[in-house]
């Protein structure tokens, strides 16, 4: 159904302990970005909740949480005997929160980015470097 354990090494979740985001969210956070990236594609499976919690040192609760989560959401398919996957269906979120989670976004980068001596408006130039600019195509 999905990718062989051999693609599951590519995708490498790392947890920052100290960065104040819960746990849960940082697995719900790495799992989209996983996907935004194309690191994770629709059918890749996810390793289970207890292998998981194992290679992380942390409660399977934790990843239970955050597997529902993406799961509630469209994100995951779980099925029962199989295991975990990418799901391929395409998320649709409605404008209230498409901006509810870029502020939320924006704001936890904008803290990490303080956190790290960075000023708002280096990060905004930073960030509009990132633009396409005329005339280019990415």
Same mark, same amino acid.
Do not use: W
């Given at each position: 159904?999905?990718?062989?354990? !051999?693609?599951?090494?590519?995708?490498?979740?790392?947890?920052?302990?100290?960065?104040?985001?819960?746990?849960?969210?940082?697995?719900?956070?790495?799992?989209?970005?996983?996907?935004?990236?194309?690191?994770?594609? !629709?059918?890749?499976?996810?390793?289970?909740?207890?292998?998981?919690?194992?290679?992380?040192?942390?409660?399977?609760?934790?990843? #239970?949480?955050?597997?529902?989560?993406?799961?509630?959401?469209?994100?995951?398919?779980?099925?029962?005997?199989?295991?975990?996957?990418?799901?391929n269906?395409?998320?649709?979120r409605?404008?209230?929160?498409?901006?509810?989670?870029?502020?939320?976004?924006s704001?936890?980068?904008?803290?990490?980015?303080?956190?790290?001596?960075?000023?708002?408006?280096?990060? #905004?130039?930073?960030?509009?470097?990132? #633009?396409?600019?005329?005339?280019?195509?990415?």
């Amino acid at each position: 159904m999905g990718r062989t354990s !051999a693609n599951a090494q590519v995708f490498q979740l790392k947890l920052d302990l100290r960065s104040g985001v819960p746990v849960y969210r940082q697995i719900i956070d790495k799992v989209r970005g996983g996907i935004a990236a194309g690191t994770l594609v !629709a059918g890749d499976q996810l390793p289970t909740v207890r292998q998981l919690a194992v290679d992380l040192a942390i409660n399977p609760n934790t990843v #239970l949480r955050a597997y529902r989560e993406l799961e509630l959401g469209g994100t995951l398919e779980t099925h029962q005997g199989t295991g975990t996957f990418i799901s391929n269906k395409k998320i649709v979120r409605n404008s209230t929160e498409r901006e509810r989670q870029l502020s939320q976004l924006s704001g936890e980068f904008a803290a990490r980015a303080g956190a790290a001596g960075f000023t708002v408006e280096e990060l #905004l130039e930073c960030l509009s470097g990132l #633009l396409p600019h005329q005339g280019q195509r990415r």
